[in-house]
């Protein structure tokens, strides 16, 4: 059976010696070499045709960051797996992952895990540490928050109406199944085209439809 060939790249000469002793003990892992910096992780890569490459962020002369950018695009056969302190940080996260990285998997993960991200990433899958996937959970909740659809920006009034609108409702029923007046309804639905940007009812029906609030309208009655 043939080795997964792993580069450890990493400033901490005692980290490095710990990764190595580690991963030796399996025998499906191969330790080819290390690197103690962005710089010379790259021309490693080149002199020692790694499969896999253990890539931390913080290290001196070069970035992990920018050292993973350049492996990922001259050698895209390699896969690159951060192995970081920093698990919770999406600028981190999202930074390593755009730099082209396959993995990411913190410094305090059990050697079994790091051994499964390594195998993970070197059959062409994606890993992500449960810390990690949390956080990039977080922060895509925290940007979309800010990013609403025209739809969810309604309010729940404009939606019922613009339901009743999709409907065929004419103004007068709208009005009587809600229990409204006819005067609050054309406000509610002045309100509605102002928010979508359309100018007739017909734009609020097929609007409707491509949400699928209503399969197919009823024949349109006039106000």
Do not use: W
């Amino acid at each position: 059976m043939s080795k997964i060939r792993v580069l450890i790249v990493d400033d901490h000469a005692l980290f490095r010696e710990g990764m190595r002793a580690l991963l030796q003990s399996y025998d499906d892992l191969e330790i080819v070499g290390e690197a103690t910096d962005g710089r010379e992780a790259i021309e490693k890569v080149g002199e020692l045709s790694p499969q896999v490459v253990l890539m931390d962020i913080a290290m001196p002369v070069m970035s992990g960051i920018e050292a993973t950018r350049r492996i990922c695009k001259e050698t895209p056969g390699v896969r690159v797996l951060v192995l970081t302190q920093y698990d919770a940080e999406a600028e981190y996260i999202l930074s390593m992952l755009r730099a082209g990285a396959k993995g990411y998997i913190s410094k305090t993960a059990t050697g079994l895990e790091l051994v499964s991200a390594i195998r993970t990433v070197h059959n062409g899958e994606a890993f992500l540490y449960p810390s990690a996937a949390t956080t990039l959970v977080g922060e895509y909740l925290t940007r979309t928050q800010g990013d609403k659809s025209d739809y969810e920006r309604l309010t729940d009034r404009e939606r019922e109406i613009l339901q009743l609108v999709a409907e065929g409702r004419t103004n007068r029923e709208i009005a009587d199944t809600l229990s409204l007046s006819i005067k609050t309804v054309l406000k509610h639905r002045t309100n509605i085209m102002d928010k979508l940007g359309f100018q007739n009812r017909t734009q609020l029906i097929k609007y409707a439809i491509s949400k699928g609030l209503v399969e197919m309208p009823r024949k349109i009655k006039e106000d």
